[in-house]
């Protein structure tokens, strides 16, 4: 499977990343490498074998319901280009 | 042409947890913004989630109170979209691996039993929320609720009205809130609901395109939305068009469904197994347990209600909708000795009127269940009178006061004494010889005058059927 230069650009776009117009060709060709290799990858038989959700053969530890955190806000806040009563804003959004 | 709707449900459900899914911040709803998004929950870099074991437990329990299979390992898998109230740039969820599989819940519509399947239901945080208000041409962000955490539950598409929809909807709220895995506030957001609905040609095996109708905080709400868009799409339909598959915004104030966004486009979410999760394994342990936990849920209340306390199936019903209005009736039944049919009439009746009144749960109400339960005790003793009982209750919904002090201090004690009441008869009808001509000339509507006055110089203490059937000797001369 080849990757074009509209999936690349559909990629970015969901991601919202930044392409230069320029580097399309080489991501396409760089991706379709990538590809290549999974497929090469695929060709390795795997029937029988349960597919693994994490390289990791672990399950997940849990944690104890209890509030352990404390407000933070003005600290956390500190960062935020821009706050008004507590919140923070961010360029004007209307779904 | 005859139209079919299909109905499918998701609902989701904040779970009753006090902290969030994968943070140790509080869920407590109403708090100032912000004080309650800490690092995880803002994503700032190098953190890490947690996951809360009892947001794992309710699942499990939910789970099993519809019979559904529990998934050994489940996953979470990251749903990625940008928009300001998701920190991370992906909402962590459940995807191809969820925690809770096929279940169903009956649901009863005009008498008939129709069972509806829970295709699935899965664990997965909450968004914050967005304030378009204007906040100098900007949007503000509280991200309070991020992280909260969120069972979404999913049905199949079984429903075939809005009715059907509504009972199915309220089934649910009614059994989340027995199992105590979320408090069901539908004002807060605590229990939300998507409606997809389609409509295609009755008797046609496909199903049509689907709209989905989301932000219905209400069961009033659902039962609108579904009838204006089943009406919309069949327009849309006999007028040459197709249905566009979307999600569409139900509007309360002008009782409309408007298009939110198309979902050919952004519906591109990219799922992939969260690596920042370990799978989640479920022993048999831990099942075992929960099962151990489950409380008597709804149907089975509801059928005990029927057999060991002889109601009706409408009492019952209406008793067992809230575990705590259950638990209330019983404990007022226990306290009155036993009056099981009174006590559900005043538990239905002036208590619910009065809370309704005040706009009050019934886990705030200002007589307790072992003080109405004194109170209807009194009432089944003849100790006073259904009518004097109000107005003993209206004195105890002001105060501390159990029945028995406010009958006492008020002098409220029914006169049953026969002597008593015979004496005042005698003397009321030497007064009215008139009256008592009539009476007896038959005009035998005439006893309500006696019974009125009496009841007047009582102030209404006189025992009604006491009275009523001496009168009756007398006035028969």
Not at chain 1, 10 to 33: F, M, P
Not at chain 2, 301 to 310: A, D, E, G, S
Request: net charge negative; with cysteine.
């Amino acid at each position: 499977m080849s990757i074009q230069s509209e999936d690349v650009l559909k990629i970015a776009h969901l991601a919202r990343l930044g392409i230069e117009e320029g580097q399309v060709e080489s991501y396409a060709s760089d991706l379709s490498n990538i590809m290549k290799l999974v497929e090469q990858m695929n060709e390795v038989d795997t029937s029988g074998i349960e597919p693994m959700a994490h390289p990791l053969d672990q399950s997940q530890r849990l944690r104890a319901d209890v509030v352990s955190e404390t407000n933070q806000r003005e600290e956390l806040q500190k960062n935020a280009p821009e706050i008004e009563d507590g919140l923070f804003l961010v360029p004007r959004v209307i779904d | 042409m005859q139209w079919e709707t299909v109905i499918g449900l998701e609902i989701h459900a904040q779970l009753a947890t006090k902290s969030k899914i994968f943070s140790g911040a509080s869920t407590a709803y109403g708090a100032d913004a912000n004080t309650q998004a800490c690092a995880v929950d803002l994503a700032l870099p190098g953190t890490l989630p947690v996951l809360n074991e009892q947001a794992v437990r309710f699942a499990v329990k939910f789970g099993l109170a519809i019979g559904a299979h529990i998934a050994p390992y489940s996953v979470f898998a990251r749903k990625n979209y940008f928009y300001p109230d998701l920190p991370k740039g992906y909402q962590t969820s459940q995807f191809d691996k969820p925690i809770v599989g096929l279940g169903e819940l009956d649901i009863v519509v005009d008498g008939k039993v129709k069972t509806i399947g829970v295709t699935r239901a899965h664990l997965e945080e909450d968004a914050g929320k967005s304030l378009h208000e204007d906040y100098q041409g900007m949007t503000g962000v509280d991200l309070n609720r991020a992280g909260t955490p969120l069972l979404e539950i999913v049905s199949e598409p079984d429903m075939r009205s809005a009715a059907e929809a509504i009972a199915y909807v309220k089934k649910l709220h009614t059994l989340v809130q027995y199992l105590g895995i979320c408090d069901g506030n539908m004002q807060e957001g605590s229990f939300r609901c998507d409606v997809n609905v389609s409509v295609r040609p009755m008797g046609q095996e496909e199903f049509g395109t689907r709209a989905e109708i989301k932000n219905l905080n209400s069961f009033r709400f659902i039962e609108k939305a579904v009838a204006h868009e089943v009406e919309r799409q069949i327009d849309v339909i006999e007028s040459g068009g197709s249905v566009a598959q979307e999600t569409r915004l139900y509007d309360a104030n002008k009782d409309e469904t408007r298009s939110m966004r198309s979902k050919e486009e952004a519906n591109d979410y990219r799922y992939f197994p969260c690596p920042d999760l370990l799978p989640v394994e479920i022993t048999a342990e831990l099942l075992d347990e929960m099962q151990r936990e489950l409380p008597e849920l709804p149907e089975a209340k509801n059928q005990r209600f029927q057999t060991q306390y002889k109601l009706n199936g409408y009492d019952a019903d209406v008793l067992t909708t809230q575990r705590a209005m259950a638990d209330y009736y019983e404990a007022a039944v226990k306290s009155s000795g036993g009056e099981t049919k009174l006590v559900a009439n005043w538990v239905m009746g002036e208590l619910s009127a009065g809370l309704n009144k005040e706009n009050l749960a019934i886990e705030a109400a200002p007589v307790s269940a072992e003080r109405l339960g004194g109170l209807v005790k009194r009432i089944a003793d003849q100790t006073i009178s259904g009518k004097i009982a109000k107005q003993v209750l209206e004195l105890m919904w002001s105060s501390d006061d159990n029945a028995d002090t406010v009958i006492e201090r008020e002098g409220l004690k029914q006169i049953s004494d026969t002597g008593a009441l015979e004496k005042m008869i005698d003397e009321l009808m030497a007064q009215n010889m008139l009256q008592v001509k009539q009476y007896r000339a038959g005009k035998t509507k005439m006893i309500g005058f006696f019974v009125g006055q009496l009841m007047k110089q009582t102030q209404g203490k006189a025992n009604p059927q006491e009275l009523n059937k001496l009168l009756q000797e007398k006035l028969k001369g």
